[in-house]
Structure formats: C-alpha cells, structure tokens
C-alpha cells in the first residue's frame, strides 16, 4: 500500500471539495455535480444519435457533416444542461430543506465530485503513451494503481472493447 504526493494531493482536495460542500449545501452542489455528469452521458447519446442523423444526410447529400455535427452535439449539449440544471437546482431546495441535511448533503456530492474529477485526470494521465512522466500516476499512486487495475478492463467490458481471441471468445478473468 504505497502512497504518494498525488494520493495526498487528491486527499486533500477531496477535504477541500469536502468543506466547500459543507458551506454550500446540497441545492447548489448537486447541479455542480450534473455539470461534470450530464454533458458526458448527454454528449455520448446524443452523439450516437446524431452520428445515425448526419450519416444519413451525408449519403443524400453528400456533404462532409463532421465539423458541424460535432457543434451541433457539444451545443445541444450544453442547453441541456442548462434546462436541466436550474429545474433541478429548484427540485432540490423545495425537496430537501433542512439546513443540516442540505449542509451534509452538499459536502458528500462535492466530494464525490472531487473524487471523479481527480480520479478521472489521474486514470487519463497514467494512460497516456509518456513513459516516466506517467509513472508516477499508474504505479506509484495508490488510487491510480487501483483504478487501472480494476476500473480500465471494466470500462473496457462495458464499452465492447474487452480483448477478444482468435475464435471470438473472451479471456476468462484473472
């Protein structure tokens, strides 16, 4: 269980996240979360559906849509957000208005928040093709280490990028 400076740097800004929750309460952090959510799930569905969309307008008219249908998406994604955001923020204030659960609340979803971000960015980095400089994220750090480990081939199952063999099967689990 080794540890290093960005295991402790990702603690702390997890306590950071933590006490800044805890200020704000739970109406305003929960739309905070849905920001870092919503534009991924929105924009991976509703690139899907538009890449089914511009394939078709592509072959009628023969245009190349790329550039334009990736605007599209990024735009459509962020008005939903928007909407989403402020009917939620509303929903959450009306629902749940007990100060000490708002302030709980709050500090739990900003530190889940911190928790993905920075898990995102170590995973992302400890990836990446860099050699030395990416070390330090997917051995040396306890978290990265781990999320490579087990979350990688999970994502990779659940995306349809597993590794496949020869014959079509799949590898059996270590």
Do not use: C
């Not at 939620?88 to 204030?93: D, G, S």
């Amino acid at each position: 269980m080794d540890f290093n400076l960005l295991d402790i740097l990702l603690l702390l800004y997890i306590g950071y996240s933590v006490y800044r929750g805890y200020s704000h309460g739970l109406a305003a952090e929960v739309p905070r979360l849905i920001n870092v959510l919503m534009p991924v799930l929105a924009g991976y569905g509703l690139n899907r559906w538009m890449g089914w969309a511009l394939k078709d307008v592509t072959h009628l008219f023969g245009l190349n849509t790329h550039a334009p249908g990736v605007l599209t998406v990024m735009f459509v994604a962020w008005w939903l957000v928007r909407q989403f955001r402020v009917r939620l923020r509303t929903w959450v204030e009306q629902r749940f208005f007990d100060e000490t659960l708002q302030r709980r609340g709050g500090a739990i979803v900003r530190g889940v928040r911190a928790l993905v971000l920075g898990s995102t960015i170590i995973v992302f980095v400890g990836l990446l093709p860099i050699g030395f400089p990416g070390r330090p994220f997917s051995h040396g750090s306890f978290v990265g280490r781990n999320l490579i480990r087990y979350v990688v081939p999970l994502y990779e199952e659940v995306a349809g990028k597993g590794q496949v063999r020869r014959n079509g099967e799949k590898p059996p689990p270590q």
